[in-house]
């Protein structure tokens, strides 16, 4: 049989099997293999391996693109030592993800441009790398899109769309009451207690929470459902995004 030939049945094999990755690259895994001299277990290993790896990059890519982070963001890129505060090793074991599989929550508290929205994608992103589906929106976006389902009646369904996130980051929750929207608001954390886990970035003390929500009970309710499993990350100090500014400019 012709060498054309093998390679076609092949293509036809990887193509019904849905090794994609494979399909390019096997024939450069042959001659790596006869330049080494190794055995067929060992190019057979080398073909799996390549598949495997292609196949988690695949994901991961998918993974990004279904997060929507506004841009990604790390742990590597935050200086701590402009928030001394900020406990380091707890945000680093929270960037593993391990708190998505307890369904606990994540609040970072703190004044406007402390690195509360960075720490949050961050940690989302950690989770991101390990398999976790996450997904970034702003606390306003989401209002928008909750009103705009319930006015076209499918708001039940629109809730249910977010269930297959493990982790939902709302940024910025507290710089505009949310009037009617807060109610919304409230079903749709309501609906994720327990379920799943939340991210959510204010720049406002909890004490402060019923300016943006107008209604003491229902903030009350909400506060006692993502405090019951929540790690509180509180961010005190200068304004980090006017300090990294400062530098930047000093360059």
């Not at 505060?85 to 074991?93: A, D, G, N, R, Y």
């Amino acid at each position: 049989m012709t060498d054309t030939l093998i390679e076609a049945r092949i293509d036809i094999a990887c193509g019904q099997l849905r090794l994609p990755g494979l399909m390019k690259q096997y024939a450069s895994l042959h001659r790596e293999a006869l330049e080494q001299n190794a055995d067929h277990l060992q190019f057979l290993a080398s073909c799996l391996e390549h598949e495997v790896l292609k196949k988690q990059e695949l994901k991961q890519q998918y993974l990004l693109r279904q997060a929507k982070f506004p841009k990604p963001k790390t742990l590597q890129d935050f200086q701590f030592g402009h928030i001394p505060k900020l406990p380091k090793l707890k945000v680093e074991q929270l960037a593993q993800g391990t708190f998505i599989s307890r369904r606990e929550n994540v609040i970072c508290i703190g004044r406007p441009g402390t690195g509360k929205s960075h720490i949050a994608i961050a940690i989302g992103f950690g989770a991101m790398l390990e398999g976790y589906r996450v997904r970034f929106v702003s606390v306003m976006q989401l209002i928008q899109e909750l009103q705009l389902a319930q006015s076209e009646y499918r708001l039940p369904r629109f809730l249910r769309s977010w269930n297959k996130y493990d982790l939902v980051i709302l940024d910025e929750l507290g710089y505009i009451p949310l009037g009617e929207g807060g109610k919304l608001l409230f079903q749709f954390i309501s609906q994720r207690y327990e379920q799943s886990s939340l991210i959510i970035t204010s720049n406002l003390e909890f004490s402060r929470w019923v300016d943006v929500f107008g209604d003491p009970a229902l903030t009350t309710a909400l506060l006692d459902r993502l405090t019951h499993h929540s790690n509180i990350l509180v961010f005190e100090g200068e304004s980090y995004r006017f300090r990294q500014t400062l530098e930047e400019r000093g360059k």
